[in-house]
């Protein structure tokens, strides 16, 4: 999970810019040819093979949205992250308009929770969330500096974390993530390292200083933990996505600055499917990367057509892996279903050979 720091891209430590200012910002920046229109790299028989604008097994494809910009139930102020329960709620961090909003997987209402404050339940800029194993609804709000976590209809249950550089205390926390065993990863983007604790809060340990070695963040915004426990962090300037053991030994990392597939221009959120696909939500391209768990990738998609994103965050599957989007900027949840091939080669041999 995760969403874009408050800061424009290329800038320096100290931008303290809203949301919103950071949107009318990003609106006036360079737009970027899209992804997927690029020479994609499908998966027949177990054979790469590039394909110009042609579907392939398992594609994500548009199938539904909902939300508006505006300040009533259902619409939303800057969506900034998007969560799924395994009981089929999705909850979203209505950034704007200080509150969390919940729905059914097919969007219809079901409430809300939230004011502007810093009182038990009350946000100011609630940006990265995740649901708990039991249920309970945890809250990273970026310009309090601290989590709070709720059940599943929004009561309040207990908070932690100030401003500051100390164990358990955050300087912007913008994404935050939920492993199998109930471990609370906090995304602490300005101290460029990850919080690990346990699901009251209490600290366990970190990782991560400022810097680009292995293990170093500039920037980090979304955190996900993959079904074997393992958690990959997604850092927008250095442009990819580290992965390390549940207490933070590093492990690998793929993606880097480029416009290719599996390349990436301003990652912001991350999600691990229980299927081991991962999927980054890259706010430069305005579209969301579907890779392997070694960054392998295999599809891009939300860049073209009618329905494309425009500032998307964040990502978040269903419990049928229906695809959920905070497509911020056009201030709306976007779904999208897998769908079988819609082109598919006459003769793979054929198609290998153009390769030969």
Excluded at 112 to 126: C, D, M, N, R, V
Excluded at 139 to 144: H, L
Aim: proline letters at 5%; one cysteine or more.
């Amino acid at each position: 999970m995760g969403g874009r720091a408050g800061r424009t891209k290329g800038e320096g430590m100290n931008g303290t810019e809203t949301a919103r200012e950071k949107r009318i910002v990003r609106r006036q920046g360079a737009r970027y040819a899209p992804k997927s229109l690029i020479p994609r790299l499908a998966l027949w028989a177990g054979v790469g093979v590039f394909v110009f604008g042609a579907a392939y097994a398992d594609e994500y494809v548009y199938w539904y949205q909902w939300g508006s910009e505006g300040t009533a139930a259902e619409q939303f102020d800057f969506p900034w992250d998007v969560a799924v329960s395994s009981a089929g709620r999705v909850y979203v961090t209505d950034t704007g308009n200080c509150r969390v909003q919940y729905f059914t997987l097919d969007g219809s209402y079901l409430g809300a929770w939230g004011s502007p404050g810093y009182g038990k339940g009350q946000f100011l800029e609630p940006t990265g969330i995740d649901v708990a194993p039991d249920g309970r609804v945890y809250v990273a709000d970026k310009t309090t500096n601290r989590v709070q976590y709720f059940t599943p209809n929004g009561s309040f249950l207990g908070r932690w974390g100030k401003m500051g550089q100390g164990d358990g205390e955050f300087r912007e926390p913008f994404g935050i993530g939920i492993s199998p065993d109930y471990r609370v990863y906090v995304v602490d983007t300005r101290n460029h390292r990850i919080q690990r604790f346990l699901k009251d809060g209490s600290f366990l340990n970190k990782w991560g200083v400022y810097g680009p070695g292995d293990g170093d963040f500039k920037f980090p915004e979304g955190v996900a933990a993959a079904p074997s426990g393992n958690v990959y962090v997604v850092d927008c300037m250095r442009y990819d996505v580290q992965y390390f053991t549940r207490t933070g030994s590093f492990l690998g990392k793929f993606g880097g600055k480029g416009t290719g597939p599996g390349k990436f221009s301003f990652p912001t959120g991350i999600h691990i499917a229980r299927n081991n696909e991962v999927f980054v939500v890259d706010e430069g391209y305005d579209d969301v990367e579907r890779l392997t768990l070694t960054g392998r990738p295999l599809q891009a998609f939300g860049d073209t057509g009618t329905y494309r994103l425009f500032d998307p965050t964040s990502a978040d599957l269903g419990p049928d892996l229906r695809c959920f989007v905070a497509d911020c900027g056009h201030h709306r949840i976007m779904v999208y279903k897998r769908s079988r091939p819609a082109v598919v080669p006459a003769s793979l041999g054929k198609v290998k050979a153009l390769f030969e």
